[in-house]
Nanobody, 114 residues
Framework: VQLVESGGGLVQPGGSLRLSCAAS????????MRWYRQAPGKERELVAA????????NLADSVKGRFTISRDNAKNTVYLQMNSLKPEDTAVYYC????????WGQGTQVTVSS
């Protein structure tokens, strides 16, 4: 089982990034998917969630209107489109497959700074 995040990096405030999480080793389409983030000195925070078929999504209040979660079950990939980024979005972002067992990726760093 593997979840591999990519797409993080350094971006200026107001900029955009798209994170990807590629899954392998399990039946991706059977799992709801979540994105979490953890900033230094803070607890891990749920940012976005999407159901197994992609028909329903939820976003944390802090990112509503700026972030979008989506998935492509044919590519075994979940995405997090992040627009209008703010310095407070700086964190390590993790994807998580939610099912009988939860699977986690290794995380990707997002830094929003001028």
């Amino acid at each position: 089982v593997q979840l591999v995040e990519s797409g993080g990096g350094l971006v200026q405030p107001g900029g955009s990034l798209r994170l990807s999480c590629a899954a392998s080793g399990f039946t991706f389409s059977n799992y709801a998917m979540r994105w979490y983030r953890q900033a230094p000195g803070k607890e891990r925070e749920l940012v976005a969630a999407i159901t197994s078929a992609g028909g329903s999504t939820n976003l944390a209040d802090s990112v509503k209107g700026r972030f979008t979660i989506s998935r492509d079950n044919a590519k075994n990939t979940v995405y997090l489109q992040m627009n209008s980024l703010k310095p407070e979005d700086t964190a390590v972002y993790y994807c998580c497959a939610v099912g009988p067992y939860d699977y986690w990726g290794q995380g990707t760093q997002v830094t929003v700074s001028s």
